[in-house]
Antibody, heavy 120, light 112 residues
Framework: QVQLQESGPGLVKPSETLSLTCTVS????????WTWIRQPPGKGLEWIGYMYNSGSTNYNPSLESRVTVSVDTSKNQFSLKLTSVTAADTAVYYC??????????????WGQGTLVTVSS | EIVMSQTPLSLSVTPGQPASISCKSS???????????LYWYLQKAGQPPQLLIYEVSNRFSGVPDRFSGSGSGTHFTLKISRVEAEDVGVYYCMQSIQLPLTFGGGTKVEIK
């Protein structure tokens, strides 16, 4: 059974870099779309980006200048880095596995999510 | 980017009664390959979203058949034939025909 678990600091200062890791268990990280999605408190879902095909990435244009998603196959983990954070980046951050079923991109499973607060 | 709009914002339903949620996209989700890239997710309180439906109407593994999806082009509907207590949460539609992937604002379903 595939499981994902986010980890990282719950508090980040403004202008600093948010760094999160998602540990994947039960499956090899060598394929799929390894994805980050966030949800500001009380609000909806925002796709951040993903890495796939062992190195290709796509990011939300609204975040592209600040975001990096990377994969560490040796640790079966993937990571998110978001630079120059502001209070607007305060959110629950979810990692998720995306997989192609024919031409559709399905997200399952998801991690439980981790709240990151940007505050001094 | 494609904007996804959902109505209503919230819904209060008596158990056993039907519920319907609408999702509209700012552009057609029908691809030139003939497929439609519309999904539905349910987020229960304190949990991550879970996939319910893909390609408008196909239920994901383990999803009860009381959930059904319909629609085409830019207008889509999720229906619950008989709402149960475990169906409470926020429902989101999502599109993947074009990056960035975008979600609707969500519809909160509560039990009366």
């Amino acid at each position: 059974q595939v499981q994902l678990q986010e980890s990282g600091p719950g508090l980040v200062k403004p202008s600093e870099t948010l760094s999160l890791t998602c540990t994947v268990s039960g499956y090899s990280i060598n394929s799929y779309y390894w994805t980050w999605i966030r949800q500001p408190p009380g609000k909806g879902l925002e796709w951040i980006g993903y890495m796939y095909n062992s190195g290709s990435t796509n990011y939300n244009p609204s975040l592209e200048s600040r975001v990096t998603v990377s994969v560490d196959t040796s640790k079966n983990q993937f990571s998110l880095k978001l630079t120059s954070v502001t209070a607007a980046d305060t959110a629950v951050y979810y990692c998720a596995r995306g997989f192609r079923y024919f031409d559709w991109l399905l997200f399952d499973p998801w991690g439980q999510g981790t709240l990151v607060t940007v505050s001094s | 980017e494609i904007v996804m709009s959902q109505t209503p914002l919230s819904l209060s339903v008596t158990p056993g009664q039907p519920a319907s949620i609408s999702c509209k996209s700012s552009q057609s989700l029908l691809h030139s390959d003939g497929k439609t890239y519309l999904y539905w997710y349910l987020q229960k309180a304190g949990q991550p979203p879970q996939l319910l439906i893909y390609e408008v109407s196909n239920r994901f593994s383990g999803v009860p058949d009381r959930f059904s999806g319909s629609g085409s082009g830019t207008h889509f509907t999720l229906k619950i034939s008989r709402v149960e207590a475990e169906d409470v949460g926020v429902y989101y539609c999502m599109q993947s025909i074009q990056l960035p992937l975008t979600f609707g604002g969500g519809t909160k379903v509560e039990i009366k």
